[in-house]
């Protein structure tokens, strides 16, 4: 042991004995003993030794901690949401500031080791966790700080929205976000971020004003308009590729703290006439308000319905006149459409129990709603005793299709909504046959849709995701090769640099 170590040693076991038990363990939690050398996997899949000493000294290097199989801790950083996804990372970094960030970047450069990056953990397909390979889990690198002067949030990247939302409408302030409020800033900044004022105030990255990111060869660079615009370009809709955002900056915008939201749910037996309302109505919605449809089967049937979600942060006197036509589709079956907290409707999706539930999406954009696409969607939809079922449309347009193609590099601004179909089942039985009703079912819509939502990407071909990029794939590979030309960023929606 080094003269550091034994030093850090004794201190962590003379404060242990000062202090209760939980202090002093989060005091030597960050002392793991690496006692060999350490199996993993390259981005390549091969197969590497990580030797004892290499990886001590990164423990050592690092404020934070380095969990590794059986420290505690361990099992819930690997986690993500989707509790069908069971990844073991060899190696998770839980750094505490953008030092230890850097850190494990360049560690995990130096060996070529498969990387993924952790925030919220809210990617359907696990891109934030892996097998073999180094998790770097944000969740200790939380902070959001308002500058009301400048209207601009300064947010870490490992937050969450709810503290974005909650900071910024202490002053009266918001900017646009998703509408789950434990999802993460890093993952739904970089890729989009659809949300209940993202009609009004463009996409979340439309409002992202600079970055600071750790690239891959561990450096910390400034991304904004005015420094490295190009590597700002690509950050805002290229997701995870050209590396770790350590601070968003994002612009605000003035909203009253009241606006009116909730849901209207009908019987299962409207969603046929329902969907053809909101393909109506939701294109001649004003930018103020934004509604979803969904269809949605539970597995017990209790709680079975079709209806919308709402939120109208426009003028109050002009509310029911908006809201008119939904009032006219008749009494519906529950209803708490009101005057609402704008931070408390955004966290009233949390959830909050533990997810022990396996879940399977198919998503896309829908730029059009033609009759063949709304039959198909209705038709092809199956309640099963086995599972919940959902079909989803989350409404765009509005400011996000005001923003040229080229301005970021985040394509689909032409998208009416983005259209989800989505299976959960218990996790302890078979979830085959419910992906595979998926499959088939999305099979007859997906034809009608025109790319997809980047954060949604599985293990599609690269052509496939190539492709979704449209007219902006050229420029963000430039960018790839600029910043991570070794793809060390590649759990991801992949821009492969070769
Ligand atoms: C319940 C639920 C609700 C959702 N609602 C919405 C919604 O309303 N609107 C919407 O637009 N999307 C929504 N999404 C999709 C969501 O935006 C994506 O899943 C997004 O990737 C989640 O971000 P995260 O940080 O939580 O994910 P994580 O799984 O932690 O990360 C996903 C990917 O993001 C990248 N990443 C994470 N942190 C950083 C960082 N600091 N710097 C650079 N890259 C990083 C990594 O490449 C990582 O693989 C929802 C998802 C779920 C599960």
């Known amino acids: 042991m080094d003269r550091r170590?034994?030093?850090?040693?004794?201190?962590?076991?003379?404060?242990?004995?000062?202090?209760?038990?939980?202090?002093?363990?989060?005091?030597?939690?960050?002392?793991?003993?690496?006692?060999?050398?350490?199996?993993?996997?390259?981005?390549?899949?091969?197969?590497?030794?990580?030797?004892?000493?290499?990886v001590q000294e990164l423990v050592d290097s690092l404020r934070g901690n380095l969990l590794m199989p059986g420290n505690p801790g361990y099992d819930v950083a690997r986690r993500v949401l989707n509790a069908s996804i069971d990844r073991h990372p060899a190696l998770i970094v839980q750094p505490t500031g953008v030092a230890?960030?850097?850190?494990?970047?360049?560690?995990?450069?130096?060996?070529?080791?498969?990387?993924?990056?952790?925030?919220?953990?809210?990617?359907?397909?696990?891109?934030?966790?892996?097998?073999?390979?180094?998790?770097?889990?944000?969740?200790?690198?939380?902070?959001?700080?308002?500058?009301?002067?400048?209207?601009?949030?300064?947010?870490?990247?490992?937050?969450?929205?709810?503290?974005?939302?909650?900071?910024?409408?202490a002053h009266g302030l918001v900017t646009p976000a998703g509408t789950v409020s434990h999802t993460g800033v890093g993952g739904l900044s970089t890729a989009g971020g659809f949300g209940r004022i993202s009609r009004r105030f463009g996409l979340t990255l439309d409002n992202i004003k600079g970055v600071d990111i750790v690239t891959a060869d561990g450096n910390l660079v400034r991304a904004s308009g005015e420094e490295n615009p190009e590597l700002y370009w690509g950050v805002r809709g290229g997701g995870g590729n050209f590396g770790i955002v350590t601070s968003f900056r994002y612009a605000l915008h003035p909203m009253q703290r009241q606006v009116i939201g909730g849901e209207v749910v009908f019987p299962l037996d409207r969603?046929?006439?329902?969907?053809?309302?909101?393909?109506?109505?939701?294109?001649?919605?004003?930018d103020d308000l934004y509604i979803d449809f969904y269809v949605n089967a539970t597995a017990s049937g209790q709680g079975s319905g079709a209806g919308f979600h709402i939120c109208y942060s426009g003028p109050e006197n002009k509310a029911e006149a908006v809201l008119a036509p939904v009032?006219?589709?008749?009494?519906?079956?529950?209803?708490?459409?009101?005057?609402?907290?704008?931070?408390?409707?955004?966290?009233?999706?949390?959830y909050t129990d533990f997810r022990n539930i396996g879940e399977y999406m198919k998503s896309g954009f829908v730029n059009e709603y033609p009759d063949n696409m709304l039959d198909a969607a209705i038709s092809g939809f199956e309640a099963d005793p086995g599972r919940?079922?959902?079909?989803?449309?989350?409404?765009?347009?509005?400011?996000?299709?005001?923003?040229?193609?080229?301005?970021?590099?985040?394509?689909?601004?032409?998208?009416?909504?983005?259209?989800?179909?989505?299976?959960?089942?218990?996790?302890?039985?078979?979830?085959?046959?419910?992906?595979?009703?998926?499959?088939?079912?999305?099979?007859?819509?997906?034809?009608?849709?025109?790319?997809?939502?980047?954060?949604?990407?599985?293990?599609?071909?690269?052509q496939y995701v190539n492709n979704n990029y449209q007219g902006n794939f050229p420029r963000l590979l430039k960018?790839?090769?600029?910043?991570?030309?070794?793809?060390?960023?590649?759990?991801?929606?992949?821009?492969a640099p070769a």
Not at 328 to 340: C, D, I, R, S, Y
Request: hydrophobic letters at 45%; glycine letters at 8%; proline letters at 4%.
């Open 100 to 169: 230890d960030i850097q850190n494990a970047v360049t560690f995990a450069r130096e060996r070529r080791l498969l990387l993924a990056v952790k925030c919220g953990g809210h990617s359907f397909a696990g891109k934030s966790t892996c097998d073999g390979g180094m998790q770097i889990d944000l969740s200790l690198f939380r902070h959001a700080r308002i500058d009301p002067q400048s209207r601009t949030a300064y947010v870490a990247g490992g937050s969450l929205l709810a503290a974005l939302d909650h900071e910024a409408m």
């Open 5 to 54: 170590r034994f030093l850090q040693s004794s201190i962590a076991a003379g404060v242990s004995a000062a202090l209760p038990a939980s202090q002093a363990f989060a005091a030597f939690q960050a002392l793991t003993q690496v006692t060999g050398d350490v199996r993993a996997v390259t981005g390549e899949g091969r197969e590497i030794s990580l030797e004892q000493a290499a």
């Open 479 to 495: 960018v790839k090769k600029q910043y991570d030309p070794d793809n060390l960023f590649r759990l991801n929606a992949n821009i």
């Open 271 to 286: 969603a046929r006439d329902l969907i053809r309302f909101y393909a109506d109505f939701s294109v001649q919605a004003p």
């Open 388 to 462: 919940n079922t959902m079909l989803y449309f989350q409404q765009s347009g509005g400011a996000i299709g005001r923003v040229p193609v080229a301005a970021t590099a985040f394509p689909h601004r032409n998208a009416l909504a983005a259209m989800m179909v989505l299976a959960s089942w218990p996790l302890d039985t078979d979830g085959s046959r419910h992906i595979d009703y998926l499959r088939d079912y999305w099979s007859t819509i997906e034809p009608r849709t025109d790319g997809f939502y980047t954060v949604d990407v599985a293990n599609e071909a690269q």
């Open 327 to 350: 009032r006219k589709l008749g009494e519906p079956a529950f209803t708490n459409l009101g005057p609402v907290d704008y931070v408390a409707i955004q966290r009233s999706w949390d």
